[in-house]
């Protein structure tokens, strides 16, 4: 157990609180130095309030999406599937894996201004020109990350499904109830474990996304394509801290509020 | 009895399998065709951006270093997360969880902030980067999966037998090494594995904590960013190929079942 928490104390930790430090320090003449302030914090957060909104609405809507799609999959898979249940799990835990970049990568082939969609619009003659209007959009961002992040979505809100057992549901319908009153009395609140952390999950990875809007975004920018340069050209960590504890506060109250709204989903 | 909403949800369910393997089907198809624009009409099966991978400088170097880099992962993390599972198996149920919740924490954090406080913590205290810093980054997000994985085995573990060796006067290491370690072994396997598909993965943090040189992914976001030649759905393929290889015989050693 001793080095497991070595390991996490010296590179979680520390780092985070070495992080936190530094978000109150400022760089002078091209060096960072120590100080106390908390003029990061107020540029972190009125110099990009369209970007945390353009971020937290993309975030909000892949993680429903997937949220959504994963309910319906997973139900799917467990009551519905019969012999193809386990080929069924298996696509998402093998999708979870496989490469990150190669997923956006294969997006952008499809949705490109030379990708697959465009050439056969442009064979089928629905359009003269290549699209970049659709493609290139927060439109694109979401769908690429919704396909990135469906997996993480499916396999936690399956797994608590898996303990729902079949005479509860058979029971309710032999007392009446409708296949909607099933799903909204007894699978939700039984899945609300899983379907929280598959939001969770969604919700912050897509916040910290940053490769997404580049490879696919057009001119779009997120929160994470305004970080990363802070650390690159534009040399400000400390004002790349204070925006990223901005963000992960932000996050946190987002979490935070779907999970509350979630308890309030209860069987009448 | 089939009835319509049955159906609707067997076609979207239909459609999302699609939606999940078509990329990866894609980026294979496409590294088998001479076709320079990765479209349709593909045109003739051929090898040239299989070549044009095996001929780039940097790919070798690439390979070498994200091998490197997983192993160590894999190996590190299988050892230390089985060191905490273990100890972890001893405690209260209760007591355990909240030690592995806080373990999990770093898999919670988006990549990008834990990349970044990463790079500032080893800039202040003036550690060069390289694969030790790489290494040493990927056990936070790895080495919580073995200490689930294995933490998951151990709980339904009979340690009676253990108790016999010692009983029979096994020191505790030995009766560790003849007993409890082959009964997990696959379980260890498969855990260190899974940690090794995730360090083959892994981007963004590679990307700011490896200083100079290359790992698959950080070749492949060059080759994305400068000019875009199909040879990268060939490195794109090699990189699902090893991260979904490693991940199903993880899968079948463990017998993960979601």
């Not at chain 1, 925006?243 to 309030?264: H, I, Y």
């Not at chain 2, 294979?28 to 001479?34: G, L, W, Y």
């Not at chain 2, 990349?115 to 060069?128: D, E, I, K, M, Q």
């Amino acid at each position: 157990m001793l080095p497991a928490f070595a390991v996490f104390v010296v590179f979680f930790v520390a780092p985070f609180i070495y992080f936190f430090v530094l978000s109150f320090w400022r760089v002078k003449l091209y060096k960072i130095s120590p100080d106390f302030s908390f003029v990061n914090y107020g540029k972190a957060i009125e110099r990009y309030v369209p970007i945390y909104q353009l971020t937290f609405s993309v975030a909000f809507a892949v993680a429903i999406t997937c949220v959504v799609l994963g309910i319906i999959y997973a139900g799917v898979v467990r009551f519905k599937a019969g012999r193809w249940a386990t080929l069924l799990t298996f696509i998402p835990l093998m999708t979870l894996f496989g490469g990150y970049l190669v997923k956006i990568y294969a997006w952008k082939t499809i949705l490109g201004i030379n990708g697959i969609l465009n050439g056969a619009l442009i064979r089928l003659g629905l359009t003269g020109e290549p699209l970049t209007a659709l493609f290139y959009s927060p439109f694109a961002v979401a769908i690429t990350l919704v396909y990135f992040l469906l997996p993480f979505a499916i396999l936690p809100i399956y797994a608590s499904m898996r303990s729902i057992e079949d005479i509860e549901l058979d029971a309710a319908r032999d007392l009446g109830a409708s296949p909607w009153r099933r799903f909204s009395d007894i699978i939700v609140p039984r899945c609300r474990p899983g379907i929280v952390s598959a939001f969770i999950i969604c919700f912050l990875l897509t916040v910290g996304d940053y490769v997404t809007p580049i490879l696919v975004g057009g001119k779009i920018s997120m929160i994470g394509n305004m970080i990363t340069p802070q650390f690159g050209q534009k040399f400000d960590w400390p004002l790349g801290a204070a925006m990223s504890f901005v963000t992960l506060t932000l996050s946190v109250g987002f979490v935070v509020a779907f999970s509350l709204a979630m308890r309030l989903w209860r069987p009448r | 009895m089939i009835n319509p909403i049955d159906s609707i949800l067997r076609v979207l369910v239909a459609v999302l399998v699609l939606f999940l393997i078509g990329p990866f089907l894609l980026v294979t198809v496409f590294s088998f065709s001479d076709n320079p624009l990765s479209t349709f009409p593909l045109g003739e099966i051929s090898l040239v951006w299989w070549r044009e991978m095996l001929a780039h400088p940097r790919f070798y170097d690439a390979l070498a270093n994200s091998l490197i880099i997983a192993a160590s992962v894999g190996t590190i993390s299988a050892i230390i997360g089985t060191m905490a599972a273990i100890s972890f198996a001893k405690m209260s149920n209760r007591r355990a969880t909240t030690l592995i919740s806080i373990l999990c924490l770093p898999m919670m954090m988006p990549p990008l902030v834990l990349a970044v406080s990463l790079l500032s913590y080893y800039n202040a205290l003036g550690v060069p980067l390289n694969l030790f810093t790489v290494i040493a980054s990927h056990l936070l997000f790895t080495m919580p999966f073995v200490v689930l994985v294995t933490y998951a085995r151990l709980a339904t573990f009979d340690f009676t037998a253990v108790e016999s060796a010692r009983d029979l006067g096994a020191t505790p290491l030995v009766a560790f090494v003849t007993i409890t370690l082959p009964m997990i072994r696959p379980t260890i396997i498969g855990a260190s594995l899974i940690a090794t598909a995730l360090s083959i993965d892994d981007f963004i943090i590679t990307f700011f904590t490896i200083g100079q040189g290359n790992t698959l992914p950080t070749l492949v976001w060059g080759m994305i960013r400068t000019q875009l030649t199909p040879s990268v759905n060939a490195i794109g393929t090699v990189l699902i190929m090893i991260s979904i290889c490693s991940a199903f015989v993880a899968l079948r050693l463990t017998k993960y079942r979601a």
